[in-house]
């Protein structure tokens, strides 16, 4: 019997070798999806074994990581549609729950009001506000090509001498500091534009990719709304019933951070976009429309989007009249505007679920932007949040001694 045994394992393990020989020998042949099914299709019969359901799971995760990276401009507005739907939630239940002109509203009804009422919106502001920023836009791609000229006449005016004479700085240093240092940057950068036309018109295809899902994100929009109920049970389903109050707990505290967190820099973004461009026009900075939205939009970004629109600012301020006084009239209003949006604004609309402190909300700014890049810097803060507030649930507040009175109560019973 053991001889026996020995045959069959030494026959098998022949058999093994040289089915992976021959999958070494066409492996260009195979798709992650082959690959998938193989692994699922060889583990599944013994997946009550440990190891094997680990590793069931782990291809599953990796082959949905390759999945939703493969199809990202296929499934791109399906996820803005579900999201949309998420965040518009406590609309929706507002609506259908409350009666509007004595009758209240279906869920389809509802979802048909809010699609095309932000649909509306967004068609509005884009075409009173595209025509204007375009023109600001090209206007300054061709102002930034006499850029160096217009910092060497700053730095040979009296009065920029004078300026920095007396704080004990060395024109002369500076200017070579720009033209060594910076002066081949900008020169990059006042090509953008051509490059960037270029770039547009070698890719049409994707221009008509971009119109399709443009189009497609209201409609798969208004049903992910109406539906959204449906969609939430089936996720919910998914779960084993072993974990699920668990993790129900922490998709509520998500929801809950990811929801104020976006619904509110939404509505910041709109509000700094107009005091921004308001307060630069109010001072006549050239292209105050243009850099006022860049203000309220980068502001999505800490710290860095701060850095990007000042610099813009200031480069703005070059071309215009009483430089010095402009500069630092753009200092004061970029000052007193970002205490207003952090004492009052993000407190206000965003909340404290969100807050962070500013050191763990500038480590994390970076390191999501490290391993995620651009995406990771923008969910840096929800997703810092979350996990924030999951260390304080889950470790802080358990530590947290009772009260006296409490405590008297366990020792006397």
Do not use: C
Not at 109 to 130: D, P, Q, W
Not at 294 to 317: K, R, T
Not at 390 to 402: A, T
Request: no cysteine; aromatic share 16%; charged share 15%.
């Amino acid at each position: 019997m053991i001889v026996e045994n020995r045959i069959i394992s030494f026959w098998l393990a022949l058999g093994a070798f040289l089915v992976a020989y021959l999958g070494f020998e066409i492996r260009d042949y195979f798709s992650p999806l082959f690959l998938y099914l193989l692994s699922i299709f060889i583990l599944y019969p013994i997946r009550k074994n440990l190891f094997a359901n680990r590793l069931i799971i782990l291809a599953s995760t990796i082959f949905a990581l390759w999945f939703f990276r493969t199809l990202s401009g296929i499934i791109f507005p399906f996820i803005i549609g579900l999201v949309a739907a998420f965040l518009l939630e406590p609309l929706t239940h507002f609506l259908t729950s409350k009666p509007i002109l004595g009758k209240t509203l279906s869920r389809s009804s509802a979802a048909l009001l809010i699609t095309l009422t932000i649909v509306t919106s967004i068609v509005g502001l884009i075409s009173f506000a595209t025509p204007r920023l375009y023109e600001q836009i090209q206007s300054l791609a061709e102002t930034l090509k006499f850029l160096p000229e217009q910092v060497q006449s700053v730095f040979n005016d009296h009065q920029t001498v004078e300026f920095f004479s007396k704080y004990g700085i060395n024109v002369q240093t500076l200017q070579s500091l720009f033209f060594e240092k910076i002066h081949t940057q900008l020169f990059d950068f006042s090509k953008l534009g051509t490059e960037l036309a270029v770039e547009l018109a070698g890719n049409v295809p994707k221009a008509f990719s971009i119109i399709l899902n443009l189009i497609l994100i209201p409609f798969l929009s208004y049903y992910f709304i109406a539906d959204f109920p449906i969609v939430e049970e089936t996720f919910k389903e998914m779960i084993s019933p072993k974990y699920s109050e668990k993790v129900n707990e922490y998709l509520r505290l998500a929801g809950t951070i990811f929801r104020q967190y976006l619904q509110g820099q939404f509505i910041i973004v709109l509000i700094l976009s107009v005091l921004y461009s308001t307060a630069f026009w109010l001072i006549d900075l050239k292209y105050s429309l243009l850099i006022g939205v860049l203000f309220g939009v980068l502001s999505f970004i800490p710290y860095i989007g701060g850095i990007i629109s000042v610099a813009l600012a200031l480069i703005a301020a070059l071309f215009g009249e009483n430089i010095f006084q402009t500069i630092g009239l753009i200092v004061v209003i970029y000052a007193v505007i970002h205490l207003f949006e952090n004492f009052y604004l993000v407190p206000k609309i965003i909340g404290s679920k969100v807050h962070l402190n500013p050191l763990v909300l500038l480590f994390s700014v970076f390191i999501f932007g490290f391993f995620f890049n651009f995406i990771g810097v923008l969910l840096a803060v929800p997703l810092s949040a979350f996990l924030v507030a999951v260390y304080r649930k889950e470790f802080l507040d358990k530590k947290k001694p009772l009260p006296e009175n409490e405590s008297q109560k366990g020792s006397s019973n």
